[in-house]
């Protein structure tokens, strides 16, 4: 009798030890405490970087339903949920997530929550706070060996990039993201990649990575190479140079298409990517000496 009630209470401890490595609690980018009894099955993104970084785990298919602007996975054809700020919330109950990746910013965290739906609030803004997510990624989908591979393969990326070129030894470089001018200073995920190449951005730290500027510090900075994150949208080097004064700036201008704005733009996987066209953009004429 007494050895049958230490054999439930082991298989009893053995099953609440199991069920309990099944569980994870990370916390994301709000502070928030997001807990999973187990590992999801249908997740939901609402954001293109998350979903790139789920296809870069080996986890695509577990989506179930994706915002407007990510791509699809695979062969599959996902349900489009609308943007990431102001998404379907009907259609994304219908198909019953386990968990749904969400912004920080769009409040839509707190929207699906109040339903009862299991939320990530959360996007990178930063090339560090982009690998500290690959961790937390893996530790929620159950894929913490293939965000370790893939932050290694990051690393590496960003260590032979860094070696081709002296650190802030390649040209001024001012990125614009609209012509009011809206631009990537320092501390953005942008800048990031700019300083991995060697190039100097020419908005100081003071101002923040996402700062508001005047025409006339765009003048008084006379960038060497300027990225125009606004050319799929109609901003030309013809329509940059003829706003008052901007004729007299030497720079060169590159007008960024929009799969080079996305990986520019996106904290995720296309890193790599990112790179190597950033390099090439910078260097057009050669590493100086």
Same mark, same amino acid.
């Given at each position: 009798m007494q050895r049958s009630i230490l054999t439930l209470l082991t298989s009893l401890l053995l099953f609440a030890g199991s069920a309990l490595a099944q569980s994870v609690t990370v916390t994301d980018f709000l502070d928030r405490e997001v807990f999973l009894a187990d590992p999801p099955m249908q997740v939901v993104s609402l954001m293109p970087s998350h979903t790139e970084t789920l296809i870069a785990l080996g986890a695509g298919e577990l989506l179930v339903g994706i915002d407007e602007d990510s791509p699809q996975p695979g062969n599959r054809e996902l349900p $489009?949920? *609308? &943007? *990431? /700020?102001? +998404?379907n919330v009907e259609l994304i109950l219908e198909l019953e997530p386990d968990l749904v990746l969400v912004d920080q910013f769009s409040g839509v965290h707190g929207q699906l929550q109040e339903l009862g739906v299991t939320v990530f609030a959360g996007t990178p803004g930063t090339i560090p706070?982009?690998?500290a997510f690959n961790v937390t990624a893996g530790e929620l989908l159950d894929r913490r060996a293939e965000a370790a591979e893939l932050n290694a393969s990051l690393e590496q990326k960003m260590s032979e990039m860094a070696a081709r070129v002296e650190a802030g030894s390649g040209p001024q470089v001012y990125v614009e993201l609209d012509p009011t001018p809206f631009a990537a200073g320092q501390g953005s995920y942008i800048d990031g990649l700019i300083s991995i190449v060697g190039g100097r951005n020419v908005v100081p730290a003071e101002l923040g990575p996402w700062p508001m500027l005047s025409h006339e510090f765009v003048l008084e900075a006379d960038p060497e190479v300027i990225l125009l994150l606004g050319a799929p949208y109609g901003e030309t080097e013809q329509? /940059? $140079?003829? $706003? +008052? *004064?901007? &004729?007299?700036?030497?720079g060169r201008v590159i007008e960024v298409d929009e799969h080079s704005g996305d990986l520019l733009s996106r904290p995720g996987p296309g890193l790599p990517e990112a790179l190597d066209w950033l390099f090439s953009v910078l260097y057009a004429d050669g590493v100086p000496d």
């Open positions: $489009r949920l *609308g &943007s *990431g /700020f102001t +998404p706070e982009m690998l329509t /940059f $140079r003829s $706003r +008052p *004064g901007y &004729s007299g700036l030497n």
